[in-house]
């Protein structure tokens, strides 16, 4: 049985895409190769090793250093409806004894272990009869006897592997070359495993956003620039899929469209089609990618806003495998922004998860409305620091122009604290600009000392402003009090008059000609 990690993905992570790098290790370690991955802090490990255990016969056994980040992974996976348990001295007897259960009648699907637990013969025992199909260690370099992090119990891990002779996947942020060796001498044995350094940027592939404004034409224009190459252009509607690529035909190219509500036989022409055939441009919804494999893909438009940062990244990846350049351009506005909030917000997601993806469409945002190099901004989102400027952007093309935005962001911070951070955008706007609506009156915000301090700007520029704060993440729309704005961390220098802030000067005059939309 083959369940598509993609489908893992979404079910029971909740995740509608892959970070960078995630795919390729999952698949690696899902087909059973030994692998070392170095991945920045937070840049998402624990899913290689959690998904593959999924896909993978047997119990996969999770060796980590750290007792608390075991006990949220297993509560975590439980959650989700995954079998996990853990194996710590901070267990209770009920607790072990539940572990010890479901390994013996073969439910258990993940096993946390300690690495002291591995000096016990009774485990060894345990494990070797458990059936175990993957041994995953998370921070792989406790076993350097040179690092900070030495683990004693660590030098087991080899003896283990060799002993159960399964594949082993360990895990870092701890990237030198030294440290890198002494892992594959004590838990490969010196047999070289497949690596996966950081260094997820992909160099050839030009980064641009633009603001819709009549959005067909800017996409009728960017492909008929690239008249015979091979693309995708994305929609948020399968209704869209198909009038585009009509347009599209009218205009002389080759253009089909693909979506989930296809039946599966005319999905697989489309995909042979794409595959074999030069200049095709298949217009699609995110059903079309996951297995398409063609290298020579030259470009990538995306006529609506992705979900979040993370699908952004891997949508674009799709283009120029081959390392030969390649294009993108995504376009958002006002309704994209709004349609994504809500969602969010109407899925059946808990809260916490509803919050995190209200993050990571904020994180898009923030790269839509990017004040400087956009790749720079990306791959800081993924944990990896850029010495220079990419070069290959449209903000590096054009570097766009910015003004001191700061006291007008402390005026909306200010309105947005005196009024106890309930509310959302709109109505702050209404206060700041001095517009006595019926809820301004019944909550008597017209006595406020921000009420119209802010007739200077419009109430369009206002919701510039604040979209623009969103991506600075000063601000956060709170999905269980309809969007109140609360502040973050972030903003408190900002409202201590200790740090400035630029805004884009571009999207300030845009939006005088359109009222676009915030939560
Ligand atoms: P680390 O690499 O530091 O171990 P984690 O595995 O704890 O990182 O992941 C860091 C955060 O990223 C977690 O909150 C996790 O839920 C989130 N995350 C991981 N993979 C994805 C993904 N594909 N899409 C969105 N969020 C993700
Ligand atoms: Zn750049």
New binding site residues.
């Given amino acids: 049985d083959t369940v598509a990690p993609e489908a893992l993905?979404q079910e029971i992570?909740g995740?509608?895409?892959?970070?960078p790098g995630?795919g390729e290790i999952v698949e690696a370690v899902a087909a059973g190769r030994n692998v070392l991955a170095i991945?920045?802090?937070?840049?998402?490990?624990?899913?290689c090793y959690q998904l593959p255990a999924l896909m993978r016969e047997g119990v996969t056994v999770v060796i980590s250093p750290l007792i608390a980040l075991m006990r949220d992974q297993v509560r975590g996976l439980r959650e989700a409806g995954v079998a996990a348990g853990a194996l710590t001295s901070g267990n209770t007897e009920e607790e072990t004894e539940e572990v010890w259960q479901m390994l013996e009648t073969g439910a258990l699907r993940l096993l946390y272990l300690a690495p002291e637990r591995l000096a016990s013969a009774g485990a060894q025992r345990m494990l070797a009869r458990a059936g175990v199909g993957l041994i995953a260690v998370?921070e792989a370099h406790c076993v350097s006897q040179w690092g900070h992090d030495f683990r004693p119990d660590y030098l087991r891990i080899g003896e283990l592997r060799r002993a159960l002779d399964v594949p082993l996947a360990a895990?870092t942020?701890t990237a030198d070359a030294e440290t890198q060796a002494e892992i594959v001498t004590r838990l490969f044995d010196g047999a070289e495993p497949q690596r996966f350094l950081r260094g997820f940027d992909r160099p050839n592939i030009h980064l641009a956003f633009q603001a819709k404004d009549q959005p067909r034409r800017q996409i009728l224009a960017f492909a008929g620039a690239r008249k015979g190459r091979s693309g995708i252009v994305y929609c948020g509607t399968r209704a869209k899929t198909e009038s585009l690529s009509r347009a599209l035909s009218e205009e002389g190219h080759s253009a089909c469209f693909y979506h989930g509500g296809m039946d599966p036989e005319a999905r697989r022409a489309v995909e042979t089609r794409f595959a074999n055939e030069d200049g095709l441009i298949v217009v699609a919804t995110v059903a079309f990618g996951m297995g398409v494999d063609k290298p020579d893909i030259r470009w990538v438009a995306h006529a609506d806003l992705p979900k979040?940062i993370?699908s952004y990244y891997q949508e674009i990846g799709r283009a120029g495998r081959d390392g030969a350049a390649a294009e993108t351009l995504t376009l958002f506005g006002p309704e994209d922004i709004r349609l994504r909030r809500s969602q969010i917000d109407e899925g059946m997601a808990p809260p916490e998860r509803r919050a995190?993806d209200h993050g990571?469409l904020n994180a898009l945002l923030g790269l839509a409305e990017a004040l400087g190099c956009r790749r720079r901004q990306l791959l800081r989102y993924f944990g990896e620091e850029m010495a220079e400027d990419c070069g290959n952007c449209d903000l590096c093309d054009r570097p766009p122009e910015v003004f001191d935005g700061t006291e007008a962001v402390r005026k909306a911070l200010s309105a947005a604290l005196r009024t106890g951070e309930n509310f959302g955008a709109g109505h702050l706007i209404d206060i700041l600009t001095g517009n006595e609506t019926d809820k301004v009156k019944q909550r008597r915000h017209d006595e406020l000392p921000t009420f119209g301090v802010g007739r200077e700007l419009k109430k369009g520029e206002w919701h510039a402003v604040f979209r623009q704060m969103m991506g600075h993440d000063l601000v956060r729309p709170d999905p269980e009090r309809h969007g109140a704005l609360v502040m973050t961390e972030a903003a408190r220098p900002i409202l201590r008059g200790e740090q400035g802030i630029s805004l884009r000067r571009d999207i300030m005059a845009r939006a005088t000609e359109r009222r676009p939309a915030v939560k």
């Avoid at 995740?15 to 970070?19: E, L």
């Fill in positions: 993905l992570f995740f509608d895409a892959f970070r995630q991945m920045p802090t937070g840049g998402g490990k624990s899913l998370d895990f942020a979040s993370e995190a990571r």
